[in-house]
Each structure stands twice: as C-alpha cells, then as structure tokens.
C-alpha cells in the first residue's frame, strides 16, 4: 500500500472514531436530561400522593428543582437537538409553576402527567438507535 493509501484509512478511522464519540456523548446527555425530569416527577407525584395536595413547601421545592434542572439541561441540549422539538417540557414545567400559584390540582397533575410522556417519549426518540439511524 501506498502513503496515501494509509493515509485515507487512517483519516476515515479518525474521522468514524469522532463520530461514534460524538454520538456516545450526545446519548449520555440526552439520557440523563431527560432521566432526571422523570426522577422529579417521580418525586412530585410521590410527595403529592402523601400530601393530597400540592400546597406544601416539599411539592413547591420539587418543582422548583425541576425547572432548575432543566434549564440547565437544556441549555447543554440545545446543541446536540433542536431547540423546538424540545420546548415542550419546558412550557409545561413553566405551566406548573402557575398551577402551583392558583392551587390547582387537577391541571398541575394533568400538566405534570405531560412532562413525563415527553420526557418518556423524547427518551426514545432522541437516543441513539438502529431506528434512528435509518
């Protein structure tokens, strides 16, 4: 084989190496983003089944964890996924913060209910797969 031959086939090493990192990292990220609003969830619905009610410091100090911790995680997210195909969680976590203020359990839950189902579903999607790939 030729210098440029060993060339190009280490170039196209290279270059698969950097791609299944990037793709490695990006899984990583999304995975864990998405696992810690599920885990608050969790958590909120946990504290709210004990309670009966979402006018407690537990299930406001939850919340707040929770849009704080998205907003981090998004901000990291924003550059391995589009931005609109992420917005939804956090509109609804934004909704549960009102909810909150008007005392209203029947939407907080209901709107709490969706952020699991996209965290879930974004889960799936936005990991990396076969399907994705194709």
Do not use: P
Not at 30 to 48: G, H, N, P
């Amino acid at each position: 084989m030729t210098k440029f031959k060993w060339f190009q086939l280490i170039s196209i090493l290279v270059l698969l190496g950097v791609l299944v990192y990037v793709v490695v990292i990006e899984d990583v990220l999304v995975k864990e983003s998405l696992d810690s609003v599920s885990k608050y969830c969790l958590q909120i619905e946990a504290t709210y089944a004990q309670m009966g009610g979402i006018k407690n410091s537990e299930i406001v100090r939850l919340t707040d964890n929770l849009e704080y911790s998205w907003l981090k995680n998004e901000e990291r997210l924003c550059f391995l996924v589009n931005h609109k195909s992420i917005q939804e969680i956090g509109v609804e976590i934004s909704r549960l913060r009102s909810y909150l203020e008007k005392d209203d359990d029947k939407e907080f839950c209901a709107s709490l209910n969706l952020v699991q189902l996209y965290a879930e579903q974004y889960n799936h999607f936005m990991g990396a797969s076969i399907h994705n790939v194709l």
